[in-house]
């Protein structure tokens, strides 16, 4: 199976962030305009956490929060579940489905280097299996 880094060479790197004291209508205008699920909040170069849209619907939404005058420092998951590029696709969804998440900040050393989402890791299982079962087939009529 092939490691996070394969990953993100294919999807590439793209890092979309917010500051902690952004306010959360921000955050989510942020998110819409790049059709992603969630933000890393960064301070500065440090990742200190990463805000979703599950975030904003809990809590925000549900216990009737003003978007415009919550930070999200205040809504954020943190500290955020990251893996390292040569962590393994299956490791990967492993961490997921247990931590209940859907994105998984890539760390190298101290510096981000990307996102996977659960999306990501599904189709790659998917394609390797059926990679598997194309051999299995020519193997067997062969």
């Given at each position: ?69 919550t930070a ?12 390292g590029p ?8 492993r961490l ?47």
């Amino acid at each position: 199976m092939r490691q996070v880094k394969h990953l993100l060479e294919g999807k590439g790197n793209d890092i979309f962030s917010v500051a902690p004291d952004a306010p959360v209508l921000e955050a989510i205008k942020h998110m819409a305009e790049r059709r992603v699920g969630a933000l890393l909040v960064m301070r500065g170069e440090r990742l200190v956490g990463i805000v979703s849209e599950r975030d904003y619907a809990r809590k925000v939404i549900l216990q009737g929060r003003s978007s415009a005058q919550t930070a999200v420092s205040e809504i954020m998951s943190s500290p955020a579940l990251t893996v390292g590029p040569d962590t393994d696709v299956f490791d990967c969804m492993r961490l997921c489905t247990d931590s209940r998440i859907r994105h998984l900040p890539v760390v190298s050393g101290d510096r981000v280097v990307g996102v996977i989402s659960i999306g990501d890791l599904v189709k790659e299982v998917i394609d390797a299996q059926a990679e598997q079962i194309e051999q299995l087939q020519r193997y067997i009529t062969s």
